[in-house]
């Protein structure tokens, strides 16, 4: 109930650009981190994965805004929860497929986020047309989280584990998407943690006064957060080095972008005041 | 030599004690951020000129909120234990983690939420964030650790086969669900709204006309937490306990006579008694109190 109004989000960056940023810097994180790893034979490049995360994290938290200002006040979780159930089952699904199927890991990705696409694109049709949410733009922004999900769920994998292997039948290595993050049960937390960076932004800055670039860098700043402690997780699957390198950069994007949070806060506030009484009647007219 | 059912029943009753606890350190937490059931009128208490002190956090629904941190907690104390780490060291640690973690998500879900109301002109107090989020972490952390230690207890002592984190999120979750539908409500529909007489309902008229003077000076999130401290929160604590208690009780006891199907018959039998006693709950209340009579009172709304 409390929500802003209901009507089409504006801001700076249109939404065609913050999808292409994410769909782009999402798939560029995992395929840097998985190829350079494989080039190297290290895992040095797993922080890639989390760079993709977050800017593909970015992208959902965008759709995310655009679709609840049409008055989806206490539904932000629920659509972040929606995304990311669909967003899981596509990426463990376009994983394990290329296992099964014995084709190129590097196809897993595509088949994930074609996958999650088609089912955000159903989830969205039944929303609109049978629970008749008459949402102009619930299609396609189903479609946004679910892949942005996906993509997400990915990056990190990647992160924790440094490849895009699911079994490890395939290439006969060692750390396996299965053994390394699943069996692990670090999958909670990349289940839980990406839906946070996509789903808590909008919720964060809800309200009438609430602007594109100060809920785009909350996401950012948490998506942050969340690959810093992969790193922590990784750290029992990679290198300790490797594992150092993703949470140094976490943090450091976390602080960054925690510090411009905050600037851009005192910026849109009414007021920062360090103490003080409520305003008086007069104020208020 | 001791019966080993009887070092398993106290195990179980230590998973009891622990979510007890957890469970009422949760609720006391959602409540000094107005987190959940309560947030709604305090978001719009601003939007109907009524501006407030009152910690305004909504992280993203309380059930993943804390899914994240004990999953994020889980995951920490994993890493520590496959290092070698002692287990209590390591879930302190984990859970310290968790509960810095709540911090940070409440900051932003304060500032951001006070930063989009600027045009009712809601100040963003800085002591209020300094003052309140401190407690939010010391009451998550309480929350945090009590639900990763039994998460801890049921995977390494009782066996279940899921891993450590996926346990964790499963019971922050549950934690969150209970807190949000159980402690929450008597912040929400009662603390806020004592200016009103008791029992009268919430009419729109009303919304966002929360209480925002205390006994002395502005309400805050503190005096929120101290009142909801003497009911809201043990309830909360008391569902989350039975709901672990009885879950790990008959799960023991018919596993260790081997009659595994009877742990099922009697999770089922435990869900019907639950459902007829809050149905006897609610039709004796409404017997007792009935609907709201307003003249017959003689009370004139406030």
Known sequence: MSTAAGGPAGGGISATNV?????????????????????????????????????????????????????????????????????????????????????PVVLGPIIAIVVAAIIGFIMGTMANKILSMNIPIMERCMVEIAVAGCLVMIALCVTISGTLVFENSILNTDITILSSVIQTGFIALIFIGGAMIIL?????????????????????????????????????????????????????????????????????????????????????? | MTDPIIIDMGIVALTGALAT?????????????????????????????????????AISGEPPAYGL?????????????????????????????????????AVTAHMGRTASQ????????????????????????????CIVSFSYIMNAIMGHPFPLPLLALFWGVTAGAIGSSTGDV?????????????????????????????????????????????????????????????????????????AEWFAIIAGLIIVVILILLNRYVEVDGRNAYGPYKEEEEGGAPA
């Open chain 1, 19 to 103: 999808a292409i940023l994410g769909i782009v810097g999402g798939l560029a994180g995992i395929y840097l981190s998985t190829i350079l790893n494989g080039i190297t034979e290290t895992t040095y490049f797993s922080f890639f994965g989390g760079i993709g995360a977050i800017l593909a994290g970015v992208w959902g938290a965008d759709a995310v805004r655009r679709v609840c200002s049409y008055g989806l006040g206490t539904g932000v979780p629920s659509i972040g929860m929606v995304a990311l159930g669909m967003g899981i089952v596509a990426a463990i699904f376009g994983l394990a497929l290329c296992y099964v199927l014995g084709i």
């Open chain 1, 200 to 285: 808590h932004p909008f919720n964060a800055c809800l309200g009438p006064d609430e602007s594109q670039d100060r809920t785009l860098y909350v996401g950012v700043e948490k998506g942050g957060i969340i690959m810093a402690i992969t790193g922590v997780a990784s750290l029992v699957v990679i290198d300790v080095i490797p594992a150092m390198l993703t949470i140094v950069i976490g943090l450091l994007i976390w602080i960054i972008y925690f510090k411009k949070f905050i600037n851009l806060t005192k910026r849109d506030a009414y007021k920062v005041i360090g103490t003080g009484l409520l305003p008086t009647e007069e104020e208020l007219q």
């Open chain 2, 21 to 57: 606890i957890g469970g009422a350190a949760e609720d006391l937490e959602s409540d000094v951020g107005s987190q959940s059931n309560p947030n709604s009128q305090v978001q719009l208490a601003a939007q109907m000129d009524f501006p407030h002190r009152i910690f305004n956090k």
């Open chain 2, 69 to 105: 941190w004990c999953a994020s907690s889980a995951v920490v104390a994993s890493v520590m234990l496959a290092k070698g780490m002692s287990v209590l060291f390591a879930l302190a640690v984990g859970s310290l983690v968790g509960a810095i973690l709540l911090g940070m998500f």
């Open chain 2, 118 to 145: 600027s045009r009712f002109k809601q100040p963003l107090y800085m002591d209020m964030v300094v003052g309140h989020v401190p407690a939010i972490i010391a009451h998550g952390y309480i929350a945090v650790f």
């Open chain 2, 186 to 258: 008597h912040y929400g529909a009662e603390r806020e709204f004592q200016n009103q007489p008791f029992g009268c309902g919430l009419n729109a008229s009303y919304s966002g006309n929360i209480v925002r003077k205390g006994e002395a000076g502005l309400r805050n999130g503190m005096d929120n937490v101290w009142a909801c401290a003497k009911f809201g929160g043990p309830v909360t604590g008391l569902a989350l306990g039975l709901t672990v208690f009885l879950d790990n009780w008959r799960s023991t006891i018919f596993t260790g006579a081997n």
